[in-house]
């Protein structure tokens, strides 16, 4: 079975969504993860969101990559949305979601930056749809106890922007 949006026809999709399947559209920034990174995070998120959908079913939407990210406006391959940008996109990709008549939707955000914007977008909706859309941040979903067991000592030093658990996906 395909997980990803991105690849399946719309009549696949048509068939899928007679399931009633979780849309889990993952969210991120393209921005700096440090000096032996690929750029971004929506990265993370999106592979999350694919291994969650291989071994339970959701269908993965196609990854938003920009975020809010003011503060790596410089960084050299750095984009960045507005905040009514940022907002606008996610609301417009629920309430598509919402007009096939899909309602179980769950946002994965790989981008801390985004999660005022996404919570301020998620109680619009609500307010204007009456659906409730739940969201993850994902970065401080690995418990302290794993970090440590994994990484020992070193626990506090792996862990963060640019480090793991992002250099993990990639390696």
Same mark, same amino acid.
């Given at each position: 079975?395909?997980?990803?949006?991105?690849?399946?026809?719309?009549?696949?999709?048509?068939?899928?969504?007679?399931?009633?399947?979780?849309?889990?559209?993952?969210?991120?920034?393209?921005?700096?993860?440090?000096?032996? /990174?690929?750029?971004?995070?929506?990265?993370? %998120?999106?592979?999350?969101? %694919?291994?969650?959908?291989?071994?339970?079913?959701?269908?993965? %939407?196609?990854?938003? &990559?920009?975020?809010?990210?003011?503060?790596?406006?410089?960084? &050299?391959?750095?984009?960045?949305? %507005? &905040?009514?940008?940022?907002?606008?996109? &996610?609301?417009?990709?629920?309430?598509?979601?919402?007009?096939?008549?899909?309602?179980?939707?769950?946002?994965?955000?790989?981008?801390?930056? /985004?999660?005022?914007?996404?919570?301020?977008?998620?109680?619009?909706?609500?307010?204007?749809?009456?659906?409730?859309?739940?969201?993850? /941040?994902?970065?401080?979903?690995?418990?302290?106890?794993?970090?440590?067991?994994?990484?020992?000592?070193?626990?506090?030093?792996?862990?963060?922007?640019?480090?793991?658990?992002?250099?993990?996906?990639?390696?």
């Amino acid at each position: 079975m395909k997980y990803r949006l991105e690849d399946v026809t719309f009549l696949e999709f048509r068939e899928r969504v007679a399931e009633d399947p979780v849309i889990i559209p993952p969210l991120g920034s393209q921005e700096i993860q440090g000096p032996c /990174n690929p750029m971004g995070d929506a990265m993370l %998120a999106r592979d999350l969101a %694919a291994r969650v959908a291989e071994r339970t079913g959701p269908i993965v %939407a196609s990854t938003l &990559p920009f975020g809010f990210a003011s503060s790596f406006q410089s960084v &050299p391959g750095g984009i960045q949305l %507005a &905040p009514d940008m940022f907002k606008a996109v &996610p609301r417009d990709m629920v309430v598509a979601f919402l007009d096939h008549g899909l309602e179980r939707i769950l946002i994965s955000n790989g981008h801390t930056g /985004n999660n005022a914007l996404i919570d301020l977008t998620l109680r619009e909706i609500k307010r204007d749809c009456g659906v409730i859309i739940p969201w993850l /941040n994902i970065w401080p979903m690995v418990p302290v106890s794993l970090r440590r067991q994994a990484r020992g000592d070193n626990a506090a030093r792996a862990n963060g922007h640019g480090r793991d658990p992002i250099g993990s996906v990639h390696y």
